[in-house]
């Protein structure tokens, strides 16, 4: 089970995906995912809700078997050598199987010593996890009285005593408020540091920007887009503008405007008072305001902002999160998602 000596060679695959597919009921959740994930680094897959991230990181985790396709762990088939890769990896949400009536601390013992720690150091790690996670007022508590943000902290808290070379981290930061968020994006840098690779899913652009190396944009169960953020950024502009007008009827006008001076294609909001496009650089906007000075029209709002989720999503995909997250938020959808 400790895997964690493995040293992460610079090059090595800790993760090779291709071809995976998983159909559930007539509903292709993933459908044909192809991933590559260097050891060491931290890989981000991005993808708004039902996209088929949990499902693709179940596979790779030996959860749930592909349909079709196959995967390899640091070389190792994810269904040929499943005994294999279990122990080279770990997943958030294998602690949550522990008593829920026992306390962080006994957890977190527990924990240390069915990876072979001694009673004391199996103590002494307890500690220093809790301390480290900002649980130390909370460690008597059992564990049913944790809320979800403590909870998630325990979880990973656990996945460091092992500390496997490839981490799966499931939405690691979602509905954590933004101090505990910055917390876990340390702890998850210190895990790379220390040799871990680490494949996180995310819905948020920031997030991957934070942490991620290279990021996967996933979309109804395809890789629609890959590679660092810097070139996913620059491939829907770095910046992006929002403008409303004064006057409804100028908004055609404003926005042959916008896309002459920016050189860009824009949206209108679907409800028709919003123009929104890309941006290369920030400072493009004071030209775009003497043109639109120059042509008489009045502004209601106009901002310039880093590009959201929603917004490289409608650059790539040609639609936006919402009109996809509604289809999907009809199912049920597990709060707080942790467990995989
Ligand atoms: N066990 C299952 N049985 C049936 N359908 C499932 C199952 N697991 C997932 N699905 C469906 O597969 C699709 C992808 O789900 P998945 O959980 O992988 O998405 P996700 O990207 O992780 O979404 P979220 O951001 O909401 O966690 C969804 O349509 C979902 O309803
Ligand atoms: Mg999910």
Known sequence: MNGGQRSANKGEW??????????????RAVDGVNLN???????????????????????LATLLRPDNGSARIFGHDVVKESQVVRQLI?????????????SA??????????????????????????EEFGLTEAAKRPLKNFSGGMRRRLDLAASLIAQPPLIFLDEPTTGLDPRTRNQMWDTIRRLVKSGS??????????????????????????VVAEGTVDELKASIG??????????????????????????VQSNVSSE?????????????????????????????????QKPTLDEVFLTITGHSVEEHASKEFTESKKVGEVSI
């Open 14 to 27: 800790a993760v090779e995906a291709e071809g995976l597919i998983k159909t559930f009921g007539n509903n």
């Open 197 to 222: 690779t680490v494949l996180l899913t995310t819905q948020y652009l920031q997030e991957a920007d934070e942490l991620a190396d290279r990021v996967a944009v996933i979309d109804r169960g395809r």
């Open 238 to 263: 770095s910046s992006s503008l929002q403008l409303r007008t004064k006057n409804l009827q100028d908004i055609t006008n404003a926005r042959h405007i916008v896309e002459k001076v920016l050189n």
């Open 37 to 59: 994930v260097r050891a060491g680094t931290i890989y981000g897959v991005l993808g708004p809700n039902g996209a088929g991230k949990t499902t693709t990181i179940r596979m």
């Open 105 to 130: 601390t006994e957890n977190l013992i527990i924990f240390s010593r069915l990876l072979g720690l001694s009673r004391k150091e199996a103590k002494q790690k307890a500690v220093e996890l809790l």
């Open 90 to 102: 770990g997943v958030t949400g294998q602690y949550a199987s522990v008593d829920e009536s026992l």
């Open 272 to 304: 028709g008072g919003k123009i929104t496009a890309p941006m290369a650089e920030a400072d493009r906007v004071t030209d775009l305001l003497i043109a639109l000075r120059e042509a008489g029209i009045n502004l209601a709002e106009l901002s310039v």
